[in-house]
């Protein structure tokens, strides 16, 4: 493992960040500058940030965002910024064939440096969006070279977490929540300062724990989450751990904690979506009135600020004793409960 650079580090993270300030006439003078030193990392690395946002505003500046990204990937593809999202590029914004080019660049660095973990793990970060299971395998690849990063595994968790939310087969949610809880130890081993890290790390194996009914597990992961919090956000209370909870109550038989958990909603509390899974599950087992007192009770402490127009309509429909799609914001709601969203 070669030790970082903090100082290079934090430098050159800011020349992008600092690029997405420059003026138009700053950012004609650095495109000058390259034409006469192509290497030149600052130059790339502050119009990287120049263009990032501009790259939708604009077919020019698109295309030279992706100059500047390929450029990076050739060039320095085991470098930390070519890791984040300054040089992924979005299926919404960019092609299928652009995005395969430039994936064919990275192979090729990778196949040229098997044994270069950064510029994998890079890889892998590329594609993860869009091919989920090349990403997979490229960070446990990555993993494997270097055990002592930290990130990489973490990443593993988030995203098998966002695969076992996803609709898609039952087998391949088992695969991706199994995979994630692999990782537990080396995403969750707590050495570093920022305890934010963590605190993500250990809501996404409780939610992939769950999904496997590992119970203890589940709680296990809620216990850290509220450790954390602690220390981290003490004042900002969520509704993730009583939804976490319920769920748990709930698959065990006891109804009736589990109707509990999900009306544990103390004023100034931060929803989370789990908690909307599980009032979808309590109306399964008809308990139309709990879900209704839970939304009423989510509209009097304001602890749902948008779409109000979307939980009443649900709440009308609960107190008739109906199943409506609680939590979906995609779908289409009667157009007399959808003039007003205040």
Known sequence: MVELDWEKYDREVRYVSSGSQMSLQEATQFSKQLLSEPDNLECRLKLLGYYFLKANKSASAKAARYEHVSWMIKHHP?????????????DWQYSTKMFAAAREIF????????????LIANFGHFVIQRDLDTGLELLQQACK????????????ILFCSF??????????????????????????KMDHDYLANYHIAFENLAI???????????????????????????????????AIRGTIALRQG?????????????????FDHESTD????????????????????????KIV??????????????????????????????????????
Request: proline letters at 5%.
């Open 78 to 90: 085991d470098h930390d910024v070519s890791s984040s999202p300054w040089v992924h590029l979005d």
């Open 107 to 118: 192979k090729e660095q990778a196949l040229q440096q098997p044994e270069n973990a950064a």
């Open 145 to 156: 070279l270097d055990d002592t990063e930290e990130g990489w595994p973490q990443t593993i």
């Open 163 to 188: 695969a076992v939310k996803e609709n898609m087969p039952t087998k391949y949610k088992r695969k991706y929540a199994e995979l994630a809880l692999t990782y537990a130890a080396a995403a969750t």
């Open 208 to 242: 992939c724990a769950l999904y496997l009914d590992d119970f203890e597990t589940a709680a296990d992961c809620i216990k850290a989450v509220e450790s954390i919090e602690i220390n981290w956000r003490e004042q900002e209370k969520r509704t993730l751990p009583d």
């Open 254 to 270: 006891n109804l009736e904690k589990a109707c509990g958990h999900l009306l544990n909603l103390p004023k100034g509390i931060r």
């Open 278 to 301: 599980l009032a979808n599950e309590l109306l399964l087992h008809g308990q139309f009135a709990t879900v209704a007192e839970f939304i009423k009770r989510l509209l009097k402490h």
């Open 305 to 342: 600020d948008y779409n109000l127009n979307y939980w009443r309509y649900w709440l009308s429909e609960i107190e008739k004793e109906n199943h409506p799609p609680l939590g979906d914001f995609r779908s289409k709601i009667k157009r007399t409960n959808s003039k007003t969203n205040s």
